[in-house]
């Protein structure tokens, strides 16, 4: 766990995947409908589980884990009950950051699980439907809040 950030590490970096339509640049890597359908998933998880779920597609830099743990702290709002997404095409990289209370929720191995059936897609083409189940997995997992009485 890195205590600066309150970070759990999923170590869910993966050399096993093609990389995405790397050739085009990465405003232009989605288009209107896929956006609609990443958005829908995002907002779906956030609401089902009370975390927060975030999306990062681009390049991370080395090391890939630093970046993304640092897009997460500064993500906004409460980052223990966030969850980031990193997928990183051209480096065939895919990272999980999840805050001190969403890792609660979120084991190591539902995480790995998530970003294997990603990179699983994305291996045949498929970076969105990559992304919308793993988005889908990580909330079945997370499961909804508990309620407080």
Do not use: K, W
Request: net charge negative; charged share 25%; hydrophobic share 40%.
């Amino acid at each position: 766990m890195t205590s600066a950030l309150e970070v759990q590490s999923h170590d869910t970096a993966t050399t096993q995947t093609d990389a995405a339509r790397t050739d085009e640049s990465l405003d232009q890597i989605f288009s209107f409908r896929e956006l609609a359908r990443i958005d829908e998933a995002l907002t779906m998880s956030s609401r089902e589980t009370g975390l927060r779920f975030t999306l990062y597609v681009g390049e991370l830099g080395t090391p890939t884990r630093r970046r993304a743990e640092e897009l997460h702290a500064y993500s906004g709002g409460d980052t223990s009950e966030a969850v980031l997404i990193a997928v990183s095409p051209g480096q065939r990289v895919v990272e999980v950051v999840t805050g001190a209370a969403a890792a609660r929720r979120l084991p190591d191995r539902a995480c790995a699980l998530a970003v294997l059936s990603m990179t699983t897609a994305f291996a045949g083409g498929d970076l969105v439907g990559g992304i919308v189940n793993g988005l889908r997995q990580l909330s079945d997992q997370a499961g909804r809040p508990s309620r407080r009485h």
